[in-house]
């Protein structure tokens, strides 16, 4: 059974930094994608970032040049370094992946993508 952990969650000042990671298990495949979402109270989940097998990178419009995922695949960890935080950032922040390659028109659909963890807050105040 894969499973996806993640932590990391805190809280923030606005202009600050934290490092979200997702332990990742059971997921063995030569082709994938995986990558970070996130729910805000009365939003519907949006994706921030995803990286595939390749490397490849995608992001949000909304996050590009302060955020940045990372693979450690001795680690079998995904994180997200997440910069120059805004209020607008907070959100619960999930992780998630499927068994085939990023898709630039779909990654940052949630039905993409098979496999989810269970979330963890990040609270940025002004």
């Known amino acids: 059974q894969v499973q996806l952990v993640e932590s990391g969650g805190t809280s923030a000042q606005a202009g600050g930094s934290v490092r979200l990671s997702c332990a990742v298990s059971r997921f063995r495949y030569s082709r994938n994608c995986i990558g970070w979402f996130r729910q805000a109270p009365g939003k519907e989940r949006e994706g921030v970032t995803v990286?595939?097998?390749?490397?490849?990178?995608m992001y949000a419009d909304s996050v590009k040049g302060r955020f940045t995922i990372t693979k450690d695949n001795a680690n079998q960890t995904l994180l997200l370094q997440m910069n120059s935080l805004k209020p607008e950032d907070t959100a619960v922040y999930y992780c998630?992946?499927?068994?085939?390659?990023?898709?630039?028109?779909?990654?940052?659909?949630?039905?993409?993508?098979?496999?989810w963890g269970q979330g963890t807050q990040v609270t940025v105040s002004s």
């Open positions: 998630a992946a499927d068994p085939q390659d990023c898709s630039r028109q779909y990654w940052w659909r949630t039905d993409f993508y098979t496999y």
């Open positions: 990286i595939s097998s390749d490397g490849t990178t």
